[in-house]
């Protein structure tokens, strides 16, 4: 078919950058076999002070109208024997090319003061990306950690494009305060957000493996003020304090932790999170139903605790545990539930893989072990992507920024 949407990645750990260069884009040339559109690379910070030579060297090997990409602490690809396989605190090189035979493709590079105010309309965001929303475009975001305005940038455009994925994540480097490598069409950008909206004949779908599982049961925020959480309600049902009346959060999160197994007591001393649902109306919540964020800290004093995102009354929370196998048993579930409900998901074209610095081999204690799951159960998917400093995706319908999670952009004909 000669509109069928044609996708190849290839990874290199040469040490060298020319050769890594060359050999990237010769393999995913032959694997492709078709004209570009659009090139995607991930670049790992062990060449940071090389980032000025990166799109210099591909613009004498490639000829593809666009590409976008970042370094990161790690990179994710197709190494020559076709196995996936993610780079972490060494050289890599991951590239991917993409024929897309019907499909606008616009990149941009986005300054934070070039975004408009919150409260602006619609069309100030569409004019700033320059893709009308009846266009229905899908977006992939890479963004400078301190300079992008990124949680403003995800906002707008989730009020200009609402229907519309967005999937991306946070440049990362071997060192806080690094100096981050953003690129677009051929060129080296040291803050903002770099960036392409696809329109057309394509169709982006997405998981977002937060790696949490829920501990107790839901609570309705009675008094909370910003991102602390003063009063919940327990519904009558919960194991401990049911009683249907406020209650204080530290009191309902000590007697929890009392009614845990000596394990999960020990897990949640240091990987304690709190989930927020995003749908208000749906009764019976369950697992991807909520938003994980950071337990910050409490107050002894008023029993309060404070949370990273902000917080109203009438919003449920539930308190979270995140540790390597729940992390395994989350992605698997996700994945099992997105072949059970996508007929063509083997079909996919390629994907795109986000994942947080604090997941890989730190988490899991042995190499490649998210990538390959998601190989495991979507076989012969062409993957590239990067470790970040923070991942972006959708959570019931609505786009954020999130850590620990790996953030799957998958891409397919409509």
């Not at 393999?27 to 492709?32: E, S, T, V, Y």
């Not at 009683?243 to 240091?270: C, F, H, W, Y």
Request: contains cysteine; charged residues 20%.
């Amino acid at each position: 078919m000669t509109n069928q949407i044609k996708w190849a990645n290839a990874l290199s750990t040469r040490p060298s950058l020319e050769a890594a260069v060359e050999e990237v884009a010769e393999r995913a040339n032959q694997l492709l076999q078709a004209s570009a559109d659009l090139a995607v690379v991930f670049i790992s910070s062990a060449f940071a002070s090389e980032y000025t030579r990166l799109m210099p060297l591909f613009r004498e090997v490639l000829s593809v109208p666009a590409i976008i990409g970042c370094g990161g602490g790690g990179v994710i690809g197709v190494n020559r024997q076709g196995e996936v396989q993610e780079i972490e605190g060494e050289p890599g090189l991951s590239l991917s090319l993409m024929s897309l035979p019907g499909v606008n493709v616009r990149t941009f590079h986005v300054l934070p003061e070039s975004l408009p105010d919150l409260d602006s309309s619609p069309d100030t965001w569409v004019d700033l990306i320059g893709v009308l929303p009846q266009a229905e475009p899908q977006f992939v975001l890479l963004a400078d950690p301190f300079t992008s305005g990124i949680n403003d940038l995800i906002q707008g455009l989730d009020f200009a494009y609402p229907g519309s994925i967005k999937v991306g994540g946070l440049a990362s480097g071997s060192a806080v305060g690094g100096s981050s490598g953003l690129f677009c069409n051929y060129r080296l950008y040291r803050e903002g957000t770099v960036g392409v909206a696809l329109s057309g004949n394509l169709v982006l779908e997405t998981i977002v493996a937060q790696g949490c599982r829920p501990i107790g049961e839901p609570y309705t925020v009675i008094a909370g003020e910003r991102n602390v959480v003063m009063e919940l309600e327990v519904p009558v049902t919960a194991q401990v304090g049911g009683s249907g009346k406020p209650r204080k959060p530290l009191d309902v999160l000590r007697d929890l932790i009392q009614t845990l197994n000596e394990e999960d007591r020990m897990l949640a001393q240091n990987s304690l999170f709190v989930g927020v649902a995003r749908d208000e109306f749906k009764q019976d919540l369950e697992h991807g139903d909520f938003l994980i964020r950071n337990l910050l800290g409490v107050d002894p004093r008023v029993g309060a605790i404070a949370i990273g995102d902000r917080v109203r009354p009438g919003q449920r929370i539930q308190f979270h545990l995140r540790d390597a196998h729940t992390s395994a048993d989350d992605l698997e579930m996700l994945l099992q539930r997105y072949q059970q409900q996508t007929p063509d998901s083997n079909k996919g074209a390629g994907a795109l893989m986000f994942s947080c610095l604090g997941r890989g081999e730190g988490l899991y204690g042995s190499p490649n072990f998210d990538s390959r799951m998601f190989r495991r159960y979507l076989k012969n998917v062409p993957i590239g992507g990067f470790f970040c400093n923070g991942e972006i995706g959708p959570v019931a319908g609505n786009t954020f920024l999130h850590g620990y999670t790996s953030v799957f952009g998958i891409c397919r004909q409509p």
